[in-house]
Each structure stands twice: as C-alpha cells, then as structure tokens.
C-alpha cells in the first residue's frame, strides 16, 4: 500500500524499527509506538547512536516532533 500523506508513511511504519535523527545530529533507533499530529514520537526498545555505534539503551522514549529532522525505516 502507498502512502499518499506523510502520517500515512508514519502510521506504516508504527511497530516497526525506524532512525530518527534530531536537530542536535543525535541518532535514536527504535520501534515506533506512538505519534501524533505534531509528529511528538514514543520509541520503545530505544537506542541512541553517535556514529553508528550503539551509545546508550534507552527503552521507551518521548522525542518531541519540533525537534526531528528524519524519520527513515531501520
């Protein structure tokens, strides 16, 4: 199924492992649970990465939208 709106492509993605890069260049992979309107996001099973090396287990987080630059399948 294609996406035809970005919420689309997100709502796809829900449960599945995605990269999410921050404003700061900080990397945060994880499974996609939650989103809303404002693209705020909840990963659980979270890792940060700096240089593609896992940094720090997080489990779940909270990752505010105005701060996300990408979001991309693992």
């Known amino acids: ?29 994880g499974k996609l649970k939650a989103f809303d309107i404002h693209i705020n996001i909840v990963l659980a099973d979270a890792e940060e990465r700096i240089d593609s090396e896992v940094k720090r287990k997080l489990g779940s987080v909270f990752i505010r939208g105005d701060t996300i630059t990408v979001i991309s399948p693992e």
């Open 1 to 29: 199924m294609e996406a035809s709106r970005p919420l689309d492509t997100l709502n796809n993605a829900r449960d599945k492992r995605v990269l999410v890069e921050l404003k700061n260049n900080k990397q945060y992979i």
